[in-house]
């Protein structure tokens, strides 16, 4: 069952637990445990969402980023083109 205890000698054992701590902070004891391997299953099933958000978003960032550089050089290229259809007002202004 437990090993090399059985039977007596785990009575024995919870019989030293009971008066080492008493009844009243061995319910203290209980429930810090429980608290503990509640907020320690939160913490892994947390880290795997967290994990999740990470990677989406510096894949929308990037997207973001390529999209706004997308952007500023479609611009530069239609001012350059604008730019060498119209050599005859540059020289005009100058």
């Known amino acids: 069952m437990f ?7 785990i009575l024995i054992i919870l019989f030293i ?4 701590f008493g009844p009243g902070r061995l319910g203290e004891l209980g429930k ?8 320690f299953k939160k913490a892994v099933s947390g880290e795997d969402n967290t994990s999740n958000q990470n990677t989406t978003q510096p894949a929308q960032q990037s997207q973001q980023t390529t999209q706004q ?5 479609t611009a530069h290229r239609q001012t350059q ?13 100058t």
Not at 81 to 93: A, D, F, G, T, Y
Request: hydrophobic fraction near 20%.
């Open 3 to 9: 090993g090399p205890f059985h039977g007596w000698e």
């Open 69 to 73: 550089n997308d952007q500023q050089q």
């Open 17 to 20: 637990v009971l008066l080492i």
């Open 32 to 39: 810090s445990l429980g608290e503990g391997i509640r907020n």
């Open 81 to 93: 083109q604008e730019s060498q259809s119209n050599p005859s007002q540059e020289n005009k202004q």
